[in-house]
Nanobody, 115 residues
Framework: QVQVVESGGGLVQAGGSLRLSCAASGSIFSFNTMGWYRQAPGKQRELVATITHAGSTNYADSVKGRFTISRAYAKNTMYLQMNSLKPEDTAVYYC?????????WGQGTQVTVSS
């Protein structure tokens, strides 16, 4: 079972930036799709961004133009660069990896954006 661990969350002022990392226990080259999801208090978990094995990316409308998903095969790590952060981006951010049809989720990292 592949394990993924998120890091990089924290407290930032509105307009600031953070970079989240998702480190995998195995080679991400074999992963089908990896993605970032988030869950705000009292709300359902929602998709933030995904990246396929072929490198295609997809973003939620609310983060387009502000967030960038990427990966580094050599480090078995996926990233989420978040710029121009807004208070409504406050949530727990989760990493997801689809490995041969099996989903792996991390424990999440808290992102808090103050106004």
């Amino acid at each position: 079972q592949v394990q993924v661990v998120e890091s990089g969350g924290g407290l930032v002022q509105a307009g600031g930036s953070l970079r989240l990392s998702c480190a995998a226990s195995g080679s991400i080259f074999s992963f089908n799709t990896m993605g970032w999801y988030r869950q705000a208090p009292g709300k359902q978990r929602e998709l933030v961004a995904t990246i396929t094995h072929a490198g295609s990316t997809n973003y939620a409308d609310s983060v387009k133009g502000r967030f960038t998903i990427s990966r580094a095969y050599a480090k078995n790590t996926m990233y989420l660069q978040m710029n121009s952060l807004k208070p409504e981006d406050t949530a727990v951010y989760y990493c997801n990896a689809d490995v041969a049809g099996n989903d792996s989720w991390g424990q999440g990292t808290q992102v808090t954006v103050s106004s």
